[in-house]
């Protein structure tokens, strides 16, 4: 059983011998409409699916790839936070993502990244909304992905309305930001 929704997808994929442009005809003849490099994205984890059409895809590709319901959906985890999102991982593969998440789903309460391998350094940001403020925040780590999670340290909010995480030498488990919004 695959640990995140990207590898779940590429096994699927891979297991029913499909191809992104076969899903991608058979998902618009459901009135689904997914790019080509959206689909692409997803099972290569640079993205994940959020947005309610998105969903609405996921769910039909478990149909579609013959897996069982909400075995993809609930590889998600919890939507991103509402606001401006930032996150930057240096050392290994690095990269930046900035969306921006709408309010059309549940409240999301944490973000968090998992390293399977030390990585020399790696960086957190979360930024909210002056009118959504939350009450507390927490920095959080877990040894593995079916560990729970403990509050390693609280967190001031900046003038910025942002907390962030900054570590040199990261030890492999999940790293991330947890809040609260009372």
Same mark, same amino acid.
């Given at each position: 059983?695959? %640990?995140?929704?990207? *590898? +779940? =997808?590429?096994?699927? $994929?891979?297991?029913?011998? !499909?191809? =992104? ?6 998902? +618009? ?5 997914? @790019? ?14 959020? *947005? @309610? !059409? @998105?969903?609405?895809? /996921? *769910?039909?590709?478990?149909? $579609?790839? %013959? #897996? +069982?319901?909400?075995? =993809?959906?609930?590889? #998600? ?16 593969? @690095? ?7 709408? %309010? ?40 593995? /992905? ?6 390693? !340290?609280? =967190? ?6 942002? /907390?962030?995480?900054? %570590? #040199? ?8 930001? *947890?809040?609260?919004?009372?």
């Amino acid at each position: 059983m695959a %640990d995140s929704f990207d *590898r +779940a =997808l590429r096994g699927a $994929i891979r297991a029913r011998g !499909q191809s =992104l442009e076969r899903l991608h005809v058979k998902l +618009a003849e459901r009135g689904i409409h997914v @790019s080509m490099a959206s689909l692409g994205n997803w099972q290569r984890g640079r993205c994940r699916p959020e *947005r @309610s !059409q @998105s969903l609405r895809a /996921v *769910r039909a590709l478990e149909e $579609i790839l %013959d #897996l +069982a319901p909400y075995s =993809l959906a609930v590889l #998600l985890g919890p939507r991103r936070p509402r606001g401006r999102w930032v996150r930057t991982v240096h050392g290994g593969p @690095s990269y930046r993502d900035v969306c921006e998440v709408h %309010d059309d789903g549940p409240e999301a309460t944490f973000d968090q990244r998992w390293f399977r391998f030390p990585a020399h350094t790696y960086l957190l940001r979360v930024q909210f909304e002056p009118d959504t403020l939350p009450t507390r925040c927490h920095r959080t780590w877990q040894p593995n /992905v079916s560990a729970p999670s403990a509050d390693v !340290q609280e =967190l001031r909010l900046s003038g910025w309305h942002t /907390v962030r995480v900054a %570590d #040199l030498e990261v030890r492999p488990g999940v790293h991330g930001i *947890r809040w609260e919004w009372d």
